[in-house]
T-cell receptor, first 112, second 114 residues
Protein backbone atom coordinates (compact mmCIF):
# COMPACT_ATOMS: atom_id res chain seq x y z
CA UNK A 1 0.00 0.00 0.00
CA UNK A 2 1.34 3.40 -0.97
CA UNK A 3 1.28 5.91 1.88
CA UNK A 4 1.27 9.69 1.79
CA UNK A 5 2.24 11.51 4.96
CA UNK A 6 1.42 15.16 5.38
CA UNK A 7 3.04 17.59 7.76
CA UNK A 8 2.24 19.40 9.82
CA UNK A 9 -1.07 17.84 10.87
CA UNK A 10 -2.32 21.12 12.32
CA UNK A 11 -1.29 24.69 11.70
CA UNK A 12 -2.70 27.82 13.29
CA UNK A 13 -1.34 31.11 12.00
CA UNK A 14 -2.27 34.76 11.77
CA UNK A 15 -3.39 36.56 8.68
CA UNK A 16 -0.46 37.70 6.56
CA UNK A 17 1.92 34.91 7.54
CA UNK A 18 3.47 32.49 5.06
CA UNK A 19 3.31 28.72 5.44
CA UNK A 20 4.35 25.49 3.77
CA UNK A 21 2.61 22.13 3.88
CA UNK A 22 4.47 18.96 2.94
CA UNK A 23 3.31 15.71 1.40
CA UNK A 24 5.85 12.88 1.47
CA UNK A 25 6.01 9.28 0.37
CA UNK A 26 8.55 6.55 -0.12
CA UNK A 27 6.79 5.63 -3.36
CA UNK A 28 6.94 7.27 -6.75
CA UNK A 29 3.71 8.73 -8.12
CA UNK A 30 2.75 9.52 -11.68
CA UNK A 31 0.98 12.65 -10.49
CA UNK A 32 0.02 14.50 -7.33
CA UNK A 33 -3.18 16.37 -6.69
CA UNK A 34 -4.00 18.89 -3.98
CA UNK A 35 -7.48 19.44 -2.58
CA UNK A 36 -8.99 21.80 0.00
CA UNK A 37 -11.92 20.76 2.13
CA UNK A 38 -14.06 23.12 4.17
CA UNK A 39 -16.23 21.98 7.08
CA UNK A 40 -19.39 20.20 5.97
CA UNK A 41 -18.33 19.97 2.35
CA UNK A 42 -16.49 17.63 0.03
CA UNK A 43 -12.89 18.28 -1.02
CA UNK A 44 -12.33 20.61 -3.98
CA UNK A 45 -9.47 20.08 -6.42
CA UNK A 46 -6.89 22.88 -6.41
CA UNK A 47 -4.19 21.60 -8.75
CA UNK A 48 -2.58 18.56 -10.38
CA UNK A 49 1.18 18.28 -10.93
CA UNK A 50 2.48 15.62 -13.27
CA UNK A 51 6.14 16.33 -14.01
CA UNK A 52 9.03 15.95 -11.55
CA UNK A 53 10.18 19.42 -10.47
CA UNK A 54 7.01 21.06 -11.76
CA UNK A 55 5.87 24.27 -10.07
CA UNK A 56 2.33 25.58 -10.42
CA UNK A 57 0.91 28.80 -9.01
CA UNK A 58 -2.67 29.54 -8.12
CA UNK A 59 -2.81 33.15 -6.92
CA UNK A 60 -1.06 33.07 -3.51
CA UNK A 61 -0.67 29.27 -3.55
CA UNK A 62 2.46 27.65 -5.01
CA UNK A 63 2.60 23.91 -5.58
CA UNK A 64 5.74 21.94 -6.29
CA UNK A 65 6.25 18.32 -7.29
CA UNK A 66 9.54 16.84 -6.14
CA UNK A 67 12.17 15.94 -8.73
CA UNK A 68 11.86 12.25 -7.86
CA UNK A 69 8.03 12.46 -7.84
CA UNK A 70 7.87 11.15 -4.26
CA UNK A 71 6.92 14.38 -2.55
CA UNK A 72 5.13 17.67 -3.00
CA UNK A 73 4.73 20.95 -1.18
CA UNK A 74 2.12 23.66 -0.96
CA UNK A 75 3.27 27.16 -0.03
CA UNK A 76 0.79 29.89 0.84
CA UNK A 77 1.94 33.49 0.81
CA UNK A 78 0.23 36.07 3.01
CA UNK A 79 -2.42 33.70 4.32
CA UNK A 80 -5.98 34.94 4.67
CA UNK A 81 -8.89 33.65 6.79
CA UNK A 82 -10.45 32.31 3.59
CA UNK A 83 -7.54 29.87 3.30
CA UNK A 84 -8.76 28.05 6.42
CA UNK A 85 -9.55 24.43 5.75
CA UNK A 86 -8.23 20.90 5.45
CA UNK A 87 -5.58 20.49 2.75
CA UNK A 88 -5.24 17.04 1.24
CA UNK A 89 -2.68 15.70 -1.17
CA UNK A 90 -3.52 12.69 -3.31
CA UNK A 91 -1.19 10.53 -5.34
CA UNK A 92 -1.97 8.66 -8.49
CA UNK A 93 0.10 5.94 -10.04
CA UNK A 94 -0.70 4.30 -13.35
CA UNK A 95 0.74 1.12 -11.90
CA UNK A 96 -1.87 0.88 -9.12
CA UNK A 97 -4.97 0.06 -11.12
CA UNK A 98 -6.29 3.61 -11.26
CA UNK A 99 -6.53 4.10 -7.51
CA UNK A 100 -6.04 7.48 -5.91
CA UNK A 101 -4.29 7.51 -2.52
CA UNK A 102 -4.97 10.41 -0.17
CA UNK A 103 -2.71 11.81 2.50
CA UNK A 104 -3.90 12.27 6.06
CA UNK A 105 -4.39 15.99 5.66
CA UNK A 106 -3.20 19.27 7.14
CA UNK A 107 -5.75 21.34 9.00
CA UNK A 108 -5.02 25.05 8.59
CA UNK A 109 -6.58 27.82 10.61
CA UNK A 110 -5.90 31.43 9.73
CA UNK A 111 -7.01 34.02 12.25
CA UNK A 112 -7.30 37.80 11.99
CA UNK B 1 -25.18 23.13 -12.69
CA UNK B 2 -22.49 20.46 -12.67
CA UNK B 3 -22.77 18.46 -9.52
CA UNK B 4 -22.51 15.18 -7.64
CA UNK B 5 -25.50 14.48 -5.41
CA UNK B 6 -25.66 12.03 -2.55
CA UNK B 7 -28.64 10.83 -0.57
CA UNK B 8 -29.27 10.72 2.24
CA UNK B 9 -27.00 13.39 3.73
CA UNK B 10 -27.44 12.03 7.24
CA UNK B 11 -28.43 8.55 8.34
CA UNK B 12 -28.67 6.84 11.70
CA UNK B 13 -29.32 3.12 11.55
CA UNK B 14 -28.86 -0.06 13.55
CA UNK B 15 -26.49 -2.95 13.14
CA UNK B 16 -27.50 -5.38 10.42
CA UNK B 17 -30.13 -3.28 8.68
CA UNK B 18 -29.27 -3.10 4.98
CA UNK B 19 -28.90 0.37 3.53
CA UNK B 20 -28.05 2.07 0.27
CA UNK B 21 -26.46 5.47 -0.23
CA UNK B 22 -27.17 6.83 -3.68
CA UNK B 23 -24.76 8.87 -5.78
CA UNK B 24 -25.52 10.59 -9.06
CA UNK B 25 -23.50 12.88 -11.33
CA UNK B 26 -24.64 14.99 -14.27
CA UNK B 27 -21.24 15.58 -15.93
CA UNK B 28 -21.07 12.39 -18.02
CA UNK B 29 -17.96 11.35 -16.12
CA UNK B 30 -16.66 7.85 -16.65
CA UNK B 31 -14.78 7.48 -13.36
CA UNK B 32 -16.68 7.34 -10.08
CA UNK B 33 -15.61 6.30 -6.63
CA UNK B 34 -16.58 6.08 -2.99
CA UNK B 35 -14.47 7.19 -0.03
CA UNK B 36 -14.84 7.17 3.70
CA UNK B 37 -13.29 9.84 5.89
CA UNK B 38 -12.37 9.13 9.49
CA UNK B 39 -10.48 11.32 11.97
CA UNK B 40 -6.76 10.67 11.81
CA UNK B 41 -7.11 8.28 8.87
CA UNK B 42 -7.93 10.71 6.09
CA UNK B 43 -9.84 9.76 2.97
CA UNK B 44 -9.74 6.09 2.07
CA UNK B 45 -11.07 4.71 -1.17
CA UNK B 46 -13.71 2.00 -0.84
CA UNK B 47 -14.56 1.16 -4.46
CA UNK B 48 -14.13 2.80 -7.80
CA UNK B 49 -15.56 2.35 -11.28
CA UNK B 50 -13.87 3.15 -14.56
CA UNK B 51 -17.10 2.87 -16.53
CA UNK B 52 -20.49 1.14 -16.69
CA UNK B 53 -20.30 -2.44 -15.41
CA UNK B 54 -16.62 -1.97 -14.47
CA UNK B 55 -15.92 -1.75 -10.74
CA UNK B 56 -12.88 -2.49 -8.62
CA UNK B 57 -11.86 -2.55 -4.98
CA UNK B 58 -10.15 0.35 -3.34
CA UNK B 59 -8.22 0.16 -0.09
CA UNK B 60 -11.10 -0.63 2.31
CA UNK B 61 -13.80 -2.59 0.41
CA UNK B 62 -14.78 -5.04 3.17
CA UNK B 63 -18.44 -4.76 4.14
CA UNK B 64 -19.43 -2.72 1.09
CA UNK B 65 -20.87 -3.41 -2.33
CA UNK B 66 -21.30 -1.18 -5.37
CA UNK B 67 -22.89 -1.38 -8.79
CA UNK B 68 -22.58 0.70 -11.93
CA UNK B 69 -25.53 -0.08 -14.21
CA UNK B 70 -25.76 3.45 -15.57
CA UNK B 71 -23.02 5.98 -16.19
CA UNK B 72 -24.52 8.62 -13.92
CA UNK B 73 -25.28 6.47 -10.85
CA UNK B 74 -22.98 4.65 -8.45
CA UNK B 75 -24.80 3.46 -5.32
CA UNK B 76 -22.99 2.22 -2.22
CA UNK B 77 -24.61 -0.73 -0.47
CA UNK B 78 -24.02 -1.88 3.08
CA UNK B 79 -25.62 -5.32 3.33
CA UNK B 80 -25.16 -5.68 7.09
CA UNK B 81 -23.83 -2.46 8.59
CA UNK B 82 -21.70 -2.58 11.71
CA UNK B 83 -20.65 0.19 14.12
CA UNK B 84 -17.15 0.33 12.61
CA UNK B 85 -18.77 1.60 9.40
CA UNK B 86 -19.84 4.76 11.18
CA UNK B 87 -18.13 7.42 9.10
CA UNK B 88 -18.43 10.30 6.66
CA UNK B 89 -18.84 9.00 3.13
CA UNK B 90 -18.05 10.84 -0.08
CA UNK B 91 -18.91 9.97 -3.64
CA UNK B 92 -16.80 11.48 -6.40
CA UNK B 93 -16.71 11.49 -10.16
CA UNK B 94 -14.17 12.60 -12.74
CA UNK B 95 -12.88 12.43 -16.21
CA UNK B 96 -9.69 10.43 -16.42
CA UNK B 97 -6.80 12.52 -17.70
CA UNK B 98 -3.03 12.18 -17.77
CA UNK B 99 -2.91 13.37 -14.16
CA UNK B 100 -5.25 10.62 -13.05
CA UNK B 101 -8.82 11.01 -11.87
CA UNK B 102 -9.34 14.65 -10.87
CA UNK B 103 -12.17 14.12 -8.46
CA UNK B 104 -15.35 16.18 -8.20
CA UNK B 105 -16.80 15.37 -4.79
CA UNK B 106 -20.35 15.22 -3.52
CA UNK B 107 -21.41 16.90 -0.26
CA UNK B 108 -20.98 13.79 1.89
CA UNK B 109 -23.21 11.40 3.82
CA UNK B 110 -22.75 11.13 7.55
CA UNK B 111 -23.62 7.59 8.62
CA UNK B 112 -24.01 6.40 12.20
CA UNK B 113 -24.48 2.70 12.89
CA UNK B 114 -25.68 1.91 16.41
Amino acid sequence: TQLLEQSPQFLSIQEGENLTVYCNSSSVFSSLQWYRQEPGEGPVLLVTVVTGGEVKKLKRLTFQFGDARKDSSLHITAAQPGDTGLYLCAGFNTGTASKLTFGTGTRLQVTL
Amino acid sequence: EAQVTQNPRYLITVTGKKLTVTCSQNMNHEYMSWYRQDPGLGLRQIYYSMNVEVTDKGDVPEGYKVSRKEKRNFPLILESPSPNQTSLYFCASSLFGTGGPEQFFGPGTRLTVL
